[in-house]
């Protein structure tokens, strides 16, 4: 069975001070690795596909990374329109997504 | 622009009625999706269709259905819902020709069942 863990849960920030986000996952042969920001009361809101390990691609102040067991979401200088929740999702073979349970990061002024 | 909608952002129920959740989308897409999305727990694929008339169970089929009469529009349907299907539900759709197959979102029905 496909596993997900995003880690921490939560993650509080100062303006400028950065971070990282960690998703840990286990699926049966690996399609893609997906990356989602979420504001409150909103649908998921798609940031980047990852495919192979070694692969990394940004947008902003955000960079995302690949290993074989491990995704990071890099958040560079935030600031508060960063503030949402995160949710990646890596693909398996029968490609269905696999949703983490998200970080919810808060960047105060 | 690439759009989802959904046929409501609030619903109320009452426990035992026939629930219908709409959701179009104007992509062309082939696939679309059902979820729920409950605190902790993350997105759980309900139903997924690949094609017009055709379905697929996800992780969480019990207690739903769905229909796709039309390559645009994709139903979500609990037959007698239950208070223990209160959620928000998410519908998403997603192109297999287009790259990365990533899947676009509606902004999500938030249902409440008494």
């Known amino acids: 069975e496909d596993q997900v863990t995003q880690s921490p849960e939560a993650l509080r920030l100062q303006e400028g001070e950065s971070s990282s986000l960690n998703c840990s996952y286990t699926?049966?042969?690996?399609?893609?690795l997906f990356w989602y920001r979420q504001d409150p009361g909103k649908g998921p809101e798609f940031l980047f596909t990852?495919?192979?390990a070694g692969e990394e691609k940004e947008k902003e102040r955000l960079k995302a990374t690949l290993t074989k067991k491990e995704s990071f979401l890099h958040i560079t200088a935030p600031k508060p329109e960063d503030s949402a929740t995160y949710l990646c999702?890596?693909?398996?073979?029968?490609?269905?997504?696999?949703f983490g349970a998200g970080t919810t990061v808060t960047v105060r002024a | 622009d690439v759009k989802v909608t959904q046929s409501s952002r609030y619903l109320v129920k009452r426990t035992g009625e026939k629930v219908f959740l709409e959701c179009v989308q104007d992509?062309?897409?082939?696939?679309m999706f059902w979820y729920r999305q409950d605190p902790g727990l993350g997105l759980r694929l309900i139903y997924f269709?690949?094609?017009?008339?055709?379905?697929e169970k996800g992780d969480i089929p019990e207690g739903y259905s769905v229909s796709r009469e039309k390559k645009e529009r994709f139903s979500l349907i609990l037959e007698s819902a239950s208070t223990n299907q209160t959620s928000m539900y998410l519908c998403?759709?997603?192109?297999?020709?287009?790259?990365?197959?990533?899947?676009?979102f509606g902004p999500g029905t938030r249902l409440t069942v008494l």
């Open positions: 990852l495919y192979s």
């Open positions: 998403a759709s997603s192109s297999p020709s287009l790259g990365g197959n990533e899947q676009f």
């Open positions: 992509m062309d897409h082939e696939n």
């Open positions: 999702a890596p693909r398996s073979n029968d490609y269905k997504l696999s």
């Open positions: 269709s690949y094609d017009v008339k055709m379905k």
């Open positions: 699926v049966s042969g690996l399609r893609g």
